[in-house]
């Protein structure tokens, strides 16, 4: 009965070098949200999935950092040529798919701590 | 985008002590939602409100959402050492989790 499981916990990147961060959602949930916290702040939306498909990528930077979710397997967060900037903790948050809304029933992952050195 | 400003920051409180932390926004919400992060931990949604004016208890920890759907409150009774991490509110103005924006937080720490 695992809930959202995230890996690694905790990555160290030099600058320029590329970090990939999974995330496994709650069995039978299909809706995927990354979340960006850096210190000191509170959640910062990034990117919402579905199966195969992002369904709106407003939060996330146009340039070096991408999204998927396949058909089979993890969701994966894939930022290219990280800065110092990138050092945040990237929290994965899965959701139960309810039509015609779902509204806050956000189940999140442990993170995962990505330092760039 | 909408923000929101969560209040206080930080506290520091004794246990026994009740606990009051609010989040105000300039903008109307559809709902308001609070949720605790334990330290290393991803966040857990505690108490959910979705009508104006509506309060909510789930336990120690009692929620209303404000009448002009700009406010929210959560208050703690009887503060216990495990109640220790971070409180954010977040607040939907559409339907969607995506919608979904955060408060920076309130850090709670409590002294046995």
């Known amino acids: 009965n695992a809930g959202v499981m995230q890996n690694p916990r905790h990555l160290v990147r030099r600058r320029g070098q590329e970090a990939r961060l999974r995330c496994s959602p709650v069995?039978?949930?299909?809706?995927v949200y990354w979340y960006r916290q850096l210190p000191e702040e509170g959640l910062k939306f990034m990117v919402y999935l579905q199966k195969e498909n992002i369904i709106d990528e407003s939060g996330m930077p146009k340039e070096r950092f991408s999204a998927e979710f396949p058909k089979e397997g993890p969701s994966i967060l894939r930022i290219q040529q990280v800065v110092r900037g990138d050092s945040a903790a990237y929290f994965c948050a899965s959701s139960p798919d309810r039509a015609p809304s779902n509204t806050g029933e956000l189940f999140f992952g442990e993170g995962s701590r990505l330092t760039v050195l | 985008g909408q923000q929101l400003n969560q209040s206080p920051q930080s506290m520091f409180i004794q246990e026994g002590e009740d606990v009051s932390m609010n989040c105000t926004s300039s903008?109307?919400?559809?709902?308001w939602l609070w949720y605790k992060q334990d330290p290393g931990e991803g966040p857990v949604l505690l108490i959910a409100l979705y009508k104006a004016g509506e309060l909510t208890s789930n336990g120690r920890l009692t929620a209303q959402f404000g009448i002009t759907r700009k406010d929210s409150f959560l208050n703690i009774s009887a503060s216990i050492p495990s109640d220790v991490g971070i409180y954010f509110c977040?607040?939907?103005?559409?339907?969607?989790?995506?919608?979904?924006?955060f408060g920076a937080g309130t850090r709670l720490t409590v002294k046995p």
């Open positions: 069995k039978g949930h299909s809706h």
């Open positions: 977040a607040g939907q103005r559409l339907y969607n989790n995506n919608d979904m924006r």
């Open positions: 903008s109307i919400f559809n709902t």
